[in-house]
């Protein structure tokens, strides 16, 4: 459980979603599953994100259910000494009310007698749907339960709607304790950045065997020594060309002077995650053709950062993204003016996503990639559709989400220039991605992740210190 956050936060989010079920509408919700790594070994144990958000709970095993007339109801573990000495402190039944704020709590094992008469004589059903393996069964079994009531006056609810679109959209604003929260995540990974870009430079200088593995340790080292759970994502420490793999992990690869490394990495607090990237010299010294690739991802994301602002639309800061790195492939070379033409021509046919194949962010919160419509909701005007140069599909493309105050995501563009035909060869195995969080506010937006410096030059003095 969160101590920090008041169980009466969780109550507020509760009696909002309330109002949104319907007077008739009940709303049910299971934590996330527990997942066997192998034989008696269980992986970590991570709550469901939008059960989290409801109850501040972090215990397996457990459901909530909300009423539309304001009420909750939780399932969880019973106190069991035995089970307690091995896998921990249960909260019991008993001890819910007083500390989650719900209105009832029993044991999970009494959930499936229990649940057909919750639902009993409601009209609407709402779950996450395509979510939870076997959730729908489940709640179909528990209706079967109702529908043989019926001759005794018992009316079965007609409709289902799926919860994740009420979570979501609630998700998507973070309210001034979820800021506070992104902001400590945010300053802890910061730290464990400029942490391991130190140690790296150190280590390579004393000509010590580095290795992938040793700088995900100091990631890891400031992470768990801040407090923080676990990391928000598998991190990416990648050295050399492993920085043109997307999802590299963290491995064994050497680390050596003259190239560049690539950290993907944010840690977990109570919840939330942080998602930042910086690329820096092993030994602390770009070269020239590194930096000059740095200095135009880094350009790039400054003008996504401008394009970051309330009334914007989501695909904004890619747009502006997209607009610098194709001048600057024509400028260096990259791409040969010759064949690729003009700005408009590389936008156009998309020829830039040979160096640069991902979109420049996505929403951050509970979840890494986090949850919240992309589109903007509400907005009818009608869907454009074009044909993709590279892939040939047709897209349709709905108008994007507007940013408003509250909202959170990541601004990360990056260039990976693997070797090919006509590619000058100083840039070949160059891979770089800067990547920062940002609040949106009422004047544009903050960006959280900035502890961990981000300028060339700044980066190469934090390496000489
Ligand atoms: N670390 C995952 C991402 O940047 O999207
Ligand atoms: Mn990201
Ligand atoms: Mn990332």
């Known amino acids: 459980m969160n101590t920090n956050v008041p169980a009466s936060l969780y109550a507020q989010r509760r009696a909002r979603l309330a109002r949104q079920l319907g007077p008739n509408g009940i709303a049910v919700l299971p934590t996330a599953p527990e997942q066997q790594r192998n034989r008696d070994s269980d992986f970590l144990f991570r709550h469901d994100s939008y059960f989290y958000y409801l109850t501040g709970f972090t215990e397996p095993n457990a459901w909530l259910v909300v009423a539309g007339d304001g009420s909750s109801t939780l399932f969880c573990q019973p106190k069991d000494m ?6 921990g402190l249960r909260l019991g039944a008993e001890a ?4 989650l704020g719900v209105d009832a709590a029993h044991s999970i094992a009494d959930l499936d007698a229990r649940l057909p008469r919750l639902l009993e004589n409601r009209d609407t059903v709402w779950f996450p749907f395509a979510t939870h393996d076997g959730l729908e069964q489940r709640v179909a079994g528990w209706l079967g339960k109702v529908r043989a009531r019926v001759r005794y006056g018992a009316l079965c609810p007609g409709q289902q709607h799926d919860l994740c679109a009420l979570l979501d959209e609630m998700r998507l604003f973070k309210d001034d304790k979820e800021q506070d929260l992104m902001r400590r995540a945010a300053a802890i990974s910061a730290r464990a950045h400029v942490r391991t870009m130190q140690a790296c430079a150190r280590m390579v200088r004393e000509g010590k065997d ?3 593995h040793h700088l995900d340790a100091e990631l890891m080292h400031e992470f768990r020594a801040a407090g923080s759970q676990y ?3 598998a991190s990416i420490v990648a050295s050399g060309p492993n920085a043109c793999v997307l999802h590299y992990r963290a491995d ?3 680390v050596r002077a003259g190239e560049l490394v690539l ?3 944010g840690c977990e607090l109570d919840g939330y995650a942080s998602d930042i990237t910086r690329t820096f010299p092993a030994n602390g010294k770009f070269t020239g053709p590194q930096r000059e690739l740095y200095d135009l991802v880094l350009a790039s994301q400054s003008a996504a950062v401008a394009a970051t602002k309330p009334g914007a639309r989501f695909t904004d800061p890619h747009e502006a993204v997209v607009k610098v790195l194709a001048q600057g492939m024509l400028d260096t070379g990259l791409l040969d003016r010759n064949k690729a033409g003009t700005l408009d021509d590389v936008i156009e046919t998309r020829a830039y996503f040979q160096f640069y194949m991902h979109r420049t962010g996505h929403w951050l919160g509970m979840d890494v990639h986090d949850c919240g419509s992309y589109v903007e909701p509400g907005d009818t005007s009608a869907p454009s559709e074009r044909k993709d140069p590279l892939s040939n599909e047709t897209i349709t493309n709905r108008p994007s989400r507007i940013l408003r105050p509250g909202m959170v995501l990541t601004i990360e563009p990056g260039i990976y220039v693997r070797p090919a035909e006509g590619v000058p060869e100083r840039y070949h195995n160059i891979g770089i991605r800067i990547e920062d969080d940002a609040i949106v506010n009422d004047g544009g937006c903050e ?3 900035r502890g961990v410096p981000v300028e060339g030059g700044e980066i190469e003095a934090l390496m000489r210190g």
């Open 447 to 449: 960006l959280i992740t």
């Open 210 to 212: 580095v290795r992938e």
């Open 252 to 254: 064994a690869a050497p």
């Open 96 to 99: 819910a009310p007083a500390a």
């Open 263 to 265: 950290i993907d990495a």
């Open 231 to 233: 990391p928000a994502y």
């Open 82 to 87: 035995e089970r307690e000495i091995w896998d």
